[in-house]
């Protein structure tokens, strides 16, 4: 069951891009992913969005720094390509690229393929000042 965001966003999906089921796309817990219809070396790539309150006081790039290192622990490489902040003090924001390598099924994929047709990228935004 996909989990519910703790406020409202709207967003639209790259042609191509279709949405999936977060549990049988063995993402459960998210509350929303969409796939990228033709994989590369086995690798489905896709679009997963969560999100949270947070109750401490970290930054925004805290938290862009934190999604990196949770990134660690499945892919081989991780490296931040580029980050701006954007947005206002009452509702800042902050968008990182990565370009990342992980091994499905024991096949190396770099999943920012620079021949392939879908973005790699990481969003992180805060909704509410402090």
């Known amino acids: 069951m996909p989990a519910t965001l703790p406020v ?4 639209s999906l ?3 891009w279709k949405t999936a089921f977060p549990d049988e796309a063995g993402a459960p817990g998210v509350a929303f992913i969409a ?7 086995e690798f489905t790539a896709n679009i997963t969005i969560d ?3 947070r109750p401490d006081e970290a930054t925004l790039s805290d938290m ?6 949770r990134l660690h622990e499945v892919a081989q490489s991780v490296v931040v ?9 009452t509702a800042p924001g902050l968008a990182q690229r990565l370009t990342l390598s992980a091994a499905p099924d024991g096949a190396l994929a770099n999943s920012c393929n620079p ?3 879908w973005p790699c990228w990481t969003r992180t ?3 509410s000042a402090r």
């Not at 409202?8 to 967003?11: A, M, N, W």
């Not at 862009?64 to 290192?69: C, F, I, K, N």
């Not at 580029?82 to 206002?88: L, N, T, W």
Request: net charge negative; no cysteine.
């Open 14 to 16: 790259p042609e191509g």
């Open 8 to 11: 409202p966003i709207e967003f």
């Open 81 to 89: 390509t580029s980050r701006r902040e954007f947005g206002s003090e």
């Open 64 to 69: 862009a720094d934190e999604a990196v290192e």
């Open 125 to 127: 935004v805060r909704t």
């Open 51 to 53: 999100g949270d309150f």
């Open 35 to 41: 796939l990228y219809p033709q994989p590369d070396a």
């Open 115 to 117: 021949r392939s047709t």
